[in-house]
């Protein structure tokens, strides 16, 4: 079978590539955009018509075209945040009716995960991971231990209640005995619950079955990933990393898309790196060039607003991230943060225990004895912005994007030159 193209939008870094914009440029060429894993830990912002708003669980394909949206069953779903984006989408004319869909085997975050997650968070002490706390690594801890509670659940007061006075039973027990907590409530709990359901009750259904039925009558899908293949939980710098997985293998079970229908993988990266919380970062910048990084690139996170840690282009982990996924094309972000840069790095490779390396290692204690070498580059040091024209760029910017090119051996077919939807170039 010959399928439409399925193309997956996968985060090349540690997240915060600018994925929802991209998501956001190429949902109106597309049947169905699908978030297919992480939760309301992932904040997608898109700028457009003057207006910004910030998504952390419907996919970033909502405001461009008439693309239905599809929250996969990869994804754990916190259906208070839910509600609370419905209604802010609502605010912005947007009909949701016969737009959103929910798998009904997408998994529940409840009061009790971000409970968890913030004592254990905080029980760690130094060797905190940076986590968000808003329950994701215990909701997919619940998942693997089959304990979970799906959306499917909800539509079932009387099994809902028991799976939650049962999981209950014993989170209360060790938020007593070990991290000395007070007990949570089950009544109260579901009593919030009821008018949240009632809500989010007309979405729900089996999207599974609605993506076969797309990809069998010839019809495009977006695949949109959160965070970024660096922080995946097989392949990215474990255990700094999140709960679910970012790339290419996550689009496929957290759709129920199958792998022979995927056309494009399209990775996403700055023109430097960044990332949040805790864990290795080979070229971050503890310096001047670093703010600078930060402030010119208004790098702090969309879901926490906490500032990410700054750094350069790191091509290593690039070509990691880009065979981990098979990526056949790029999209390059924020190449207007480095507009005033007098110059311009990239981490080439590695130097480990004084030995030369181009591998990513997958170990997190090697990763922090790695040094990164560097080749410097002029900067261009005159405005990107609004240029819809590769041709149009800089001299200097397009020699610096020709040698990634080059280097990682993908092209970039979107460069994008500012936050805007119309800051974009397509090749």
């Not at 996969?72 to 509600?83: E, K």
């Not at 979970?148 to 909800?154: N, P, T």
Request: charged letters at 25%; glycine letters at 10%; proline letters at 4%.
């Amino acid at each position: 079978m010959e399928y439409m193209p399925v193309r997956i939008i996968i985060g090349a870094q540690w997240g915060d590539e600018g994925k929802g914009k991209i998501v956001d440029r190429l949902s109106a060429e597309s049947s169905y955009v699908v978030r297919y894993q992480g939760g309301a830990n992932a904040g997608h912002t898109l700028k457009f018509d003057d207006k910004t708003i910030v998504l952390h669980l419907i996919p970033s394909g909502m405001f461009n075209g008439n693309a239905k949206c599809v929250i996969g069953n990869g994804v754990v779903i916190d259906p208070i945040a839910l509600v609370e984006e419905i209604e802010e989408v609502k605010t912005l004319d947007v009909d949701l009716k016969d737009r959103l869909y929910i798998s009904s085997s997408a998994h529940v975050i409840l009061p009790y995960h971000k409970v968890l997650d913030q004592v254990k968070e905080k029980s760690r002490g130094k060797d905190a991971i940076g986590t968000t706390g808003r329950g994701i690594g215990p909701a997919y801890v619940s998942k693997v231990s089959r304990v979970g509670i799906r959306m499917s659940d909800l539509l079932n007061e009387e099994l809902l209640e028991h799976k939650v006075q049962s999981n209950l039973s014993d989170i209360n027990n060790a938020l007593e005995h070990v991290y000395g907590h007070n007990h949570l409530d089950a009544k109260k709990m579901i009593a919030d619950l009821k008018p949240v359901i009632e809500a989010i009750k007309p979405f729900i259904c089996n999207t599974t079955e609605l993506l076969h039925d797309a990809l069998e009558n010839g019809e495009s899908v977006l695949l949109e990933g959160a965070q970024g293949s660096l922080l995946d939980v097989d392949h990215g710098t474990y255990p700094y990393v999140t709960s679910s997985s970012p790339t290419a293998g996550g689009a496929c079970t957290g759709s129920g898309i199958p792998p022979t229908a995927i056309t494009h993988s399209l990775g996403i990266t700055k023109a430097y790196c960044t990332r949040v919380g805790n864990g290795p970062f080979p070229t971050e910048l503890d310096d001047s060039a670093g703010e600078k990084l930060r402030k010119n690139g208004q790098e702090f996170g969309a879901t926490t607003g906490r500032p990410r840690r700054c750094g350069w282009l790191d091509l290593v982990a690039l070509k990691y991230a880009v065979r981990l996924n098979g990526m056949n094309e790029l999209a390059l972000t924020k190449l207007d943060v480095l507009d005033d840069f007098k110059e311009i790095s990239v981490c080439t490779h590695y130097e480990l225990d004084g030995k030369r390396t181009d591998i990513f290692p997958l170990d997190s204690h090697e990763v922090e004895k790695l040094k990164p070498v560097y080749k410097t580059f002029p900067g261009w040091l005159q405005s990107t912005r609004d240029i819809s024209d590769f041709n149009n760029l800089p001299e200097k910017a397009r020699e610096y994007i020709k040698f990634v090119e080059d280097f990682i051996g993908v092209s970039f077919t979107i460069v994008s030159t500012g936050p805007k939807r119309s800051e974009t170039i397509i090749r």
